[in-house]
């Protein structure tokens, strides 16, 4: 015969185990397994306040939500101190924040801590967490700002954000993850992060909005309302396709890599788009493609490498300001006959 604590070792969340207080239902005061047992309507200012480090939250399937004829605070709250914690598996919604990593005066925050296979919807913010955190399997939907939040170093892999403000708004590694109908950003990137295999569509703004040196690769933007990707001071893009935006594909400030792109049918909207447009210097713009864009490749200032880039269809194959090297423009179009290229220039730019 087994005992009750053998066949359950885990902590419930009611008011015999985690007892509240004047503002929160239930508080977690000290590290180990806990676990809901049915549907958590919060009346008072938390739902669920964790203190202690180490503890993992199992929602077991059960949603933290807002009590009707109720307003505001926060469905779990994770208190400076509370490291290392995970919470999983279940739903938040209707409160200001789902789920908050609480900073103190000196903005401190918990770190290390995981959220897995959480949906966070209908709130001011959905998930909003600190430095080296964890997200994975996560679904935040229809929150007023951003549905994911996250500091340097997090890792935010297989969630998908719709209808937020912004979708993910992150400082790490983001993989995997779709960003579409948010009325912000989609992704929402600063502080070195890296995106890869993301897909941001349909957003009001940019598709993926990278602030200094940010790593984008195999990345999709299409039909977003003003531009694919943008690039900030020192970082790079590459491997991507960036479609049917309504102002430029890829846009580049400056000190940054472009690289085996393909950007097609940009500028749909009233402005005049380009499949790729760097307003700065120190660019390396090489090997893409670029077809039915307004404007195939456009670079404003001088001191950028334009060579091995292809262009075909729009007002302008290249619209290249003065001051930049760039490889010969071929163009190598026939419509009559296939062309053989031949050119002993090996930094090509072709028109097809």
């Not at 890599?257 to 760097?278: D, E, K, T």
Request: proline share 1%.
């Amino acid at each position: 015969m087994k005992t009750l604590d053998q066949l359950e070792a885990r902590t419930p969340v009611d008011a015999s185990h985690t007892s509240g207080d004047a503002d929160a239902e239930a508080i977690i005061s000290r590290g180990g397994s806990y676990y809901l047992t049915g549907n958590l309507d919060v009346t008072k200012s938390e739902g669920i306040r964790v203190t202690a480090p180490g503890v993992t939250l199992d929602l077991n399937g059960f949603e933290v939500r807002r009590a009707p004829g109720s307003t505001g605070g926060a469905g779990i709250k994770i208190l400076v101190g509370a490291d290392r914690c995970t919470v999983k598996n279940g739903s938040i919604s209707g409160l200001d924040y789902g789920l908050v990593a609480a900073a103190d005066d000196s903005f401190a925050q918990a770190e290390g801590g995981s959220i897995l296979n959480v949906r966070a919807s209908g709130c001011l913010f959905g998930l909003s967490v600190g430095n080296r955190w964890h997200i994975a399997g996560c679904t935040v939907q229809g929150n007023t700002g951003a549905g994911i939040s996250a500091a340097n170093g997090a890792i935010v892999e297989n969630c998908s954000a719709s209808r937020n403000g912004s979708g993910i708004v992150a400082s790490g590694v983001i993989s995997r993850c779709t960003a579409s109908a948010n009325s912000a950003y989609g992704f929402d990137l600063s502080n070195g992060a890296t995106i890869d295999y993301c897909s941001a569509t349909d957003n009001t703004l940019d598709g993926i909005h990278a602030t200094s040196r940010v790593t984008v690769s195999n990345c999709v933007a299409t039909g977003n309302q003003q531009h694919g990707i943008v690039l900030g001071d020192g970082s790079s893009v590459s491997n991507c396709t960036a479609s049917f935006n309504k102002n430029d594909g890829i846009r580049s400030d400056g000190n940054a890599l472009v690289l085996n792109n393909n950007c097609s049918s940009n500028g749909n909207g009233a402005p005049i788009g380009a499949g790729i447009h760097a307003f700065g210097s120190a660019n390396r713009i090489e090997g893409n493609n670029t077809s039915s864009n307004d404007t195939g490749i456009q670079v404003d200032a001088g001191g950028n490498i334009i060579i091995k880039n292809s262009s075909r269809g729009g007002t302008k194959a290249f619209d290249i300001a003065a001051g930049n090297s760039e490889g010969q423009e071929i163009n190598v179009f026939s419509p009559t006959t296939t062309t053989t290229i031949n050119t002993t220039n090996a930094w090509a730019n072709f028109l097809y």
